[in-house]
């Protein structure tokens, strides 16, 4: 039995079940399984008994949530080089509204559970802190101090210029092209002099172990790459925006998928989210192939 022909109210809320799971961790995978076993419980309750459902569903996945961040911190402790939140695409959701792009989602990661926990569920998910008190088991007065406590330590990673949709896709396609042709010169100009590129291949892939700092060190890299490229070439699948950053979905060498994100602020990249970890990158297998 489905999900959606055994009830169709928990079908209806199931996206926004979803994008507060991997709000929460962080992974795709993660959040299916946390929000299917908000419906083997669902399925266990007695709905006469539940007078608002899509608060009940948040509180039961918003635990469920806090129960594997424990585990899941244990677990990215021992993670090989960069850890990055699985990529998503462009949400097809109307719920899929809030503006927490990856900038954001990492800067999440330093945040307590509970931390986090109140700052999703007030300021992104729309939720009053009666009802974040309930969810996380909380007084109201203490999830306002969780949630101005989260405000405080992420408001450098807030998006400060938004750049519109169409505007960064033709932003990502130059740097797709200067940097896949070896055109340094214009690669060069798209760069911040303080720009970070963040390689996550989670130990399965070749990767950068650590961050590459700074316009020289980024740039250098590229060059490598650039020769690489000769040799081998990347194969551009598609544009899109991964989690809400332009960027673009690629097969290179040796068949390994990877999905570039560019944080772009005044016209200048700089952040470069390079995910190739094959473990994060099996959810949008079937995206690739169109």
């Not at 419980?41 to 806090?66: G, K, M, N, Q």
């Amino acid at each position: 039995m489905t999900e959606t022909s055994a009830d169709p109210t928990f079908s209806d809320l199931r996206p926004r079940l979803i994008r507060l799971a991997y709000r929460m961790l962080g992974s795709v995978a993660d959040a299916e399984d946390i929000v299917q076993e908000a419906w083997l419980r669902w399925l266990a309750t007695d709905h006469v008994s539940v007078r608002e459902p899509a608060a009940f569903l948040r509180t039961v996945v918003t635990r469920l949530c806090l129960n594997e961040l424990k585990s899941a911190r244990r677990r990215r402790e021992a993670y090989v080089g960069p850890w990055l939140p699985e990529p998503i695409f462009d949400p097809q959701d109307d719920d899929a509204t809030d503006d927490v792009t990856l900038p954001l989602m990492l800067a999440l990661e330093r945040l307590s559970p509970l931390e986090r926990a109140a700052f999703l569920l007030h300021d992104v998910f729309g939720m009053d802190f009666e009802e974040v008190a309930l969810a996380i088991d909380r007084e109201a007065a203490a999830c306002r101090k969780l949630a101005s406590r989260a405000r405080a330590h992420i408001v450098d990673a807030r998006p400060r210029f938004a750049i519109g949709r169409e505007q960064g896709l033709k932003f990502a396609a130059a740097f797709f092209t200067a940097s896949r042709t070896g055109d340094m010169a214009a690669l060069r100009t798209m760069l911040s002099e303080e720009v970070v590129a963040y390689a996550d291949g989670g130990g399965k892939v070749a990767a950068s172990r650590r961050p590459l700092i700074g316009i020289e060190a980024v740039m250098l890299r590229h060059e490598q790459m650039a020769r690489l490229f000769l040799v081998q070439p990347s194969q551009l699948i598609r544009y899109a925006l991964i989690d809400g950053l332009p960027g673009f979905l690629t097969m290179e060498g040796g068949n390994v998928v990877q999905t570039t994100a560019l944080h772009i602020e005044e016209e200048r990249v700089v952040a470069i989210y390079c995910t190739r970890n094959p473990d994060k990158l099996r959810h949008i297998a079937s995206t690739a192939a169109h």
